[in-house]
């Protein structure tokens, strides 16, 4: 199984990014995902999750109303599409799968991936 997070990069506040989670090795109809990011000597953050269909979104406060979830299972990707950036955006960020249903619990992932570095400068 593998879970490959590409799209990061560095962008002014206000900008967006999108951020793509390419998954191989499993049947992605089968679990949920989430986005995780994580600064530097602090917790890891889940802030996102969609159900396995997409059906069901949610996000963390911190978040919400500027990033939006998605999925495409025929290509077994899932993006992360991030609106309305601001400095304390900056981290690393992680997607991750779960056969027990949308939670954004870092306890209850099966498979992560690599992070990628999102820089927002103000």
């Known amino acids: 199984v593998q879970l490959q997070a590409s799209g990061g990069g560095l962008v002014q506040s206000g900008g967006s990014l999108t951020l793509s989670c390419a998954a191989s090795?499993?049947?992605?109809?089968?679990?949920?995902f989430d986005w995780f990011r994580q600064v530097l000597r602090r917790e890891r953050e889940g802030i996102s999750c969609i159900s396995r269909r997409g059906g069901s979104t949610y996000y963390a406060d911190s978040v919400k109303g500027r990033f939006i979830v998605s999925r495409d299972n025929a290509k077994s990707t899932t993006y992360l599409q991030m609106n309305s950036l601001k400095p304390e955006d900056t981290a690393i960020y992680y997607c991750?799968?779960?056969?027990?249903?949308?939670?954004?619990?870092?306890?209850?992932?099966?498979?992560w991936g690599k992070g990628t570095q999102v820089t927002v400068s103000s």
């Open positions: 090795g499993l049947n992605v109809e089968g679990y949920s």
């Open positions: 991750a799968a779960s056969n027990f249903g949308c939670s954004m619990s870092e306890n209850d992932m099966n498979h």
